[in-house]
């Protein structure tokens, strides 16, 4: 009797280069020389977008120079996340938000950290803890940690 | 100045493969290549597919029949240019798929260039399988020549259980 | 010009891990089992809108290639159409629009997934996030639709734990579905509230299944459906929206794209109360919170009120708008397939087929989608009338 074989296994490995534009590399310059966090200003409704990229709800052209929000803000939502799946950022349990940066209109994804997870809660201002080390990516800021 | 980022997407997978297919890469296992023959209109695939395209009837398990390890060639062609770059070491795509591993999930990559993709239709087959030839044989390699099966010592099931296939004639 | 248009025949295959078949033929059973319903066969389809989610939960690009003679769509104009997890709902909606353009007469719609042919489904989901800004995080579904459920619990004052109210409902609804993965029988909200707590707020009750599965659907024009079958769902209306990444002010508990598609799909069919009118929904409650979330959006209620509604106890099975009586995204998840799972269940309701979920005298009912990163959102209207 033939056997049937049920499955093939393979690794499918595929390499990219992905190009950031102008904007998203001034943006993370910006990040890692001067631990300032930049947005672009829409020119119809003057809302700033962070980070920075067109304002999709005018869709008019943003001002041509970059304007610095502040590297604290609202935490508009959270999560602590106790599921494991490759690619992870951390090691579980681990917590991650929207911050909505003040001088900015739209939400900024990042890490919380520096707190017991018990005490975050929605709505705490939490203000960028940066790394003295940086390489011009998200982790230059090591996490977002409660201001008191 | 635009910045690049390099990376990659590294996904390990499990392909099923179902009892047709499956029968095929069994049949393989035993230095066997088989087809499945459509009960309406006779015709033999290799590889066989779980359907007939033109008739829409199942094929099944009961519809197989064997043919030949050797065969025509209708077309080949000399892949000289290498696309896909440097390989990536065990270390580096373990890293990029744990918990899973290249043990179980090893790499799909083509063969070293230059190497020769060549369609063979069997001897019993209607239709003709994609494979490969290599080395000196592939200076011998003509339209309407024959080629022969050469299996590997140790098989799994695998449509890489033929080595590749070298020129008869 | 356009023609009336219903669904003739549906094709389901049960969800669940599929170690038996390889892509193409479990594609091939969804359309073999859509072809008996109808007692059609592929010389009768003119067309085919193929589905499938996103290539990396298989590793298989334009899988439409492969399968494409598995579902009888050979030498036949072939659109495939892409908008993530409510993918099988922009198929069933693009299978509708070209039948009502009136070029072609009977178009099949079919969509699925294998996803368990990858290690991790989440390593899949990262891949849809730009590799600039959105993978850093590897957010993957759950923790996505937990910042969702955390804002929309904080702002409204609702408990961690109605969203486990919303999966008790469901996981009970699921136990008449045979086509469902999730079949828990005396699932209670004490043992829903035992499960662990994956990504804060949302438990492992709160989520989907992944699921091998596939769905179709025939549309035929309004002459031609009349001959093919006698229990037609009419098409009454459709739309989508594509809501946006993240424009100023998003507020993702919020989602005002699916109020404008669901008006104007609720325009188009000429319902004026959705909550009155509509007999039955099924709606895309891939984590439970989201229900609630959608039942605002399709405008059951205002905003806010959602959490409301569901305690009221309107959406139960013996309620004034039943939701999700198949038990809904949250017993059968292969993404590919689970908008159209929605829309063929609500075309089924209307066509008096559900079997043991069918709500008594459903004669007007609502299949939704979302997906993306919760930006794609369709709804599809069905009448057993009509207009």
Request: glycine share 10%.
């Amino acid at each position: 009797m033939t056997e049937i074989i049920e499955n093939v296994q393979h690794t499918w490995h595929v390499p990219y280069h992905w190009s950031f534009g102008e904007m998203t590399t001034k943006f993370f310059e910006y990040m890692k020389n001067e631990k300032t966090i930049y947005g672009a200003k829409c020119t119809a409704c003057g809302k700033v977008i962070v980070p920075p990229g067109g304002c999709a709800i005018c869709m008019a052209p943003v001002e041509k120079e970059l304007i610095p929000v502040k590297d604290e803000g609202i935490l508009d939502s959270v999560t602590i996340v106790n599921l494991p799946y490759p690619g992870q950022p951390a090691t579980p349990p681990y917590a991650y938000g929207y911050i909505i940066l003040d001088g900015s209109n739209t939400f900024f994804m990042h890490m919380v950290g520096g707190v017991e997870h018990e005490k975050i809660k929605v709505g705490m201002r939490v203000k960028a803890v940066w790394n003295e080390e940086r390489s011009g990516d998200f982790y230059d800021i090591k996490y977002f940690q409660p201001v008191e | 100045m635009s910045r690049i980022l390099d990376w990659d997407i590294t996904v390990p997978y499990k392909w099923t493969t179902g009892s047709v297919i499956g029968k095929f890469l069994g049949g393989l296992k035993e230095h066997n290549i088989l087809g499945a023959k459509c009960p309406a209109c006779k015709k033999v695939f290799v590889p066989p597919q779980d359907l007939c395209p033109d008739c829409y009837v199942d094929l099944g398990e009961d519809d197989f029949v064997d043919v030949k390890n050797e065969g025509k060639v209708i077309s080949f062609t000399k892949v000289e240019q290498d696309f896909f770059g440097k390989k990536p070491s065990e270390e580096y795509l373990n890293s990029r798929i744990s918990p899973a591993s290249v043990d179980e999930h090893p790499l799909l990559w083509p063969p070293e260039v230059p190497y020769a993709i060549v369609m063979v239709q069997l001897t019993g087959a209607d239709t003709a399988m994609v494979h490969l030839v290599k080395g000196k044989d592939m200076d011998k390699l003509a339209v309407g020549g024959q080629v022969k099966a050469v299996f590997k010592d140790e098989t799994i099931g695998h449509i890489m259980d033929i080595e590749c296939f070298e020129v008869i004639s | 010009m356009t023609s009336k248009v219903g669904v003739v025949g549906i094709g389901m295959t049960e969800n669940k891990s599929r170690w038996d078949v390889s892509i193409p033929a479990l594609y091939r059973l969804g359309a073999k089992s859509a072809y008996e319903d109808a007692g059609l066969s592929p010389k009768d389809i003119d067309a085919f809108v193929f589905g499938h989610s996103p290539e990396y939960f298989e590793g298989v690009n334009q899988p439409e290639k492969w399968c494409g003679d598995a579902i009888g769509a050979t030498d036949k104009p072939l659109f495939r159409i892409h908008t993530g997890g409510t993918v099988g709902g922009s198929a069933a909606i693009g299978a509708y629009y070209l039948v009502a353009s009136g070029k072609f007469d009977v178009v099949m719609a079919i969509s699925g997934n294998k996803l368990n042919e990858t290690s991790s489904a989440q390593i899949g989901l990262s891949t849809v996030y730009d590799p600039i800004m959105g993978r850093q995080f590897a957010a993957g579904a759950p923790s996505a639709a937990a910042i969702q459920a955390a804002k929309y619990y904080n702002k409204h004052g609702y408990s961690n734990e109605i969203g486990l109210k919303v999966a008790v409902k469901n996981r009970n609804n699921a136990l008449n579905n045979p086509y469902a993965q999730l079949k828990i029988p005396d699932y209670n909200l004490e043992g829903a509230k035992n499960t662990p707590m994956l990504c804060d707020p949302l438990r492992m009750a709160d989520m989907c299944p992944t699921s091998d599965a596939v769905c179709a659907m025939i549309f035929a024009k309004e002459e031609k459906a009349e001959e093919i079958t006698d229990k037609i769902a009419w098409a009454l209306g459709a739309s989508s929206t594509n809501e946006g990444l993240n424009y100023p002010d998003r507020d993702w508990s919020k989602p005002i794209g699916l109020r404008l598609a669901a008006e104007k799909a609720y325009e188009r069919a000429g319902i004026k109360n959705p909550l009155k009118e509509l007999d039955v929904a099924e709606v895309y409650d891939a984590f439970a919170p989201q229900e609630m979330i959608w039942y605002e959006g399709l405008n059951f209620c205002d905003w806010g009120e959602g959490g409301n509604l569901l305690e009221s106890g309107a959406t139960q099975m013996d309620g004034e708008l039943p939701v999700n009586p198949s038990g809904g995204v949250l017993c059968a998840n292969s993404i590919g397939a689970a908008a159209m799972f929605r829309k063929a269940e609500a075309a089924l309701q209307v066509m008096g087929r559900a079997g043991d979920r069918q709500v008594p005298g459903a004669r007007l009912s609502l299949g939704h989608g979302w997906g993306g990163a919760i930006q794609f959102h369709t709804v599809m209207i069905f009448g057993s009338d009509k207009s």
